[in-house]
C-alpha cells in the first residue's frame, strides 16, 4: 500500500503563492502516477494537476494553467503542487493522490488518498 500526507496550507492573499506537499511511503514512489485534486465547500471533488511516473509528463486543468506546477522528486518520495496568482475561488482542501502506472484525470482511477490540506485565499 502507498501511504500520503500532505502539507503546505494555509491562509494566503490573492496573488499570493504557496507550495504544498505530499510525502509518500509505503511502496517505491517512483513506480506510481500522481495527482492533485480539491474540493471547494459544497462542490464535487476536481481533477487539478497529474504527473507520470517519470515526470516527463505532466496535466492540469484549465483553471490552472499558467499559475500551478506540479513536479515530484523520486529520490524523497514526494510531490509538489507550486500554486501561483492564487485566486479566492483557489479556495479548498487539496487532496494528492497515487495510482499505478499512467496518470489519469478521473479520481475514480486513484487508489490512494491523502488526508487534505486546506488552502483559503482571501481578497
Known amino acids: 500500500q502507498v501511504q500520503l500526507v500532505e502539507s503546505g496550507g494555509r491562509l494566503v492573499q490573492a496573488g499570493g503563492s504557496l507550495r504544498l506537499s505530499c510525502a509518500a511511503s509505503?511502496?517505491?514512489?517512483?513506480?506510481?502516477?500522481m495527482g492533485w485534486f480539491r474540493q471547494a465547500p459544497g462542490k464535487e471533488r476536481e481533477f487539478v494537476a497529474a504527473i507520470s511516473r517519470s515526470a516527463g509528463s505532466t496535466y492540469y486543468t484549465d483553471s490552472v494553467k499558467g499559475r500551478f506546477t506540479i513536479s515530484r522528486d523520486n529520490a524523497k518520495s514526494t510531490v509538489y503542487l507550486q500554486m501561483n496568482s492564487l485566486k479566492p475561488e483557489d479556495t479548498a482542501v487539496y487532496y494528492c493522490a497515487a495510482k499505478s502506472w499512467a496518470p489519469s484525470t478521473r479520481e475514480n482511477e486513484y487508489a490512494y488518498w491523502g488526508q487534505g490540506t486546506q488552502v483559503t485565499v482571501s481578497s
Open positions: 509505503g511502496r517505491t514512489f517512483s513506480s506510481n502516477a
